[in-house]
């Protein structure tokens, strides 16, 4: 497959760390050098599924395509308001198409999961065209009372549209199952007969632990899929690196033996919005003109589950 356009809608609302000292015991001055976040866009009159149908919109335009030549459409989201239907029948029903679509929840990986499956389909001969669609509200997922996880996440949502052809030159998927390290659980309606005990508890974090698996495996999945490809880190032009933390990227970069300049970021305004990070990160760098015709793309995501992906593609 080959991408065809991108999109991208985040919240008007803009909270900075200044913002955050009002009413938590932190500062700027110690999320900044750990994070290398200064502020993030969190929902607040918006409906996550308005900004995600607006990105739809924007990929699509871009991809010069029309609505009704959409084949199959990933959504990817992890929390959003309604449990049913998915949101990517909420979101299809505002953009008026009725082609097939599923769900998927991956948390940070989901982009590059969703390429796999969009990328299954295209190998299979069964689509023309895909539309993926990243939506997340992650600032609804963590207690705001929580300085170690609220301060780090984003909401926002991004899109691009696949059609055929020959340019993501791989994939790879990589999954280290264990939930109490990054998991939320969520309370289901009550019933007479539940007896176990239950509440709801936001976002949990072990941070160092989440912090140690996304340099590694990062690294472990970028290096082997250039070596599959038969390419080399200075092959690669662009690494777009899931905005996790500053110091995240940075480790991957050392990891790799990569410069700087072959990182582009926007952790510094965005935070961690999950899966929505990779597909906002494509569509500004694109927007702004970096990418050239043959440049090779390397994405990389790590998350809850845990799990990881990594993908090659060409511009
Ligand atoms: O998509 C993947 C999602 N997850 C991630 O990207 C998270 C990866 N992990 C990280 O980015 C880092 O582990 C954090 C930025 C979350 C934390 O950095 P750290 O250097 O690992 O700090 P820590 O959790 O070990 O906490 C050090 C200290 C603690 O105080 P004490 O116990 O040493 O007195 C924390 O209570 O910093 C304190 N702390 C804060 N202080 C001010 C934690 N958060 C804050 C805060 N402001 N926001």
Redesign the pocket.
Known sequence: MKLLGTGSVIPSRVVTNDD?SRF????DE??YP??GIKSRHVISSEKLEDIAAQAAERAIADAGIAKEDLDFFICSNVVNEYLTPGLSCIIAAKLGISCPCIDINC??PGFIYAMDIAETYFSARKVRNVLIVCAEEPSRMTSWED???C??FGDGAGAAVFGEGDKVKGIKLNAEPSVDK?FQYRRLMPTPYITKEESDIPLQ?N??E??KF?VTTSVRDISALLEKAGLRVEDVDYFMI?Q??M??IEGIRKGLGAPEDKFPTNIRDHG?S?SA?CPILLDECHRKGLFKKGDILVFS????GLLSAAAIMEW
């Not at 938590?24 to 500062?27: F, I, K, M």
């Open positions: 955050f938590l015991d932190t500062s110690w999320i750990r994070t948390a940070c300085r170690s996880t301060i780090l990054l974090m941070g160092r989440v912090f996304a899931h996790a933390n110091r995240i961690n999950s990070s995501a790590f998350g809850a």
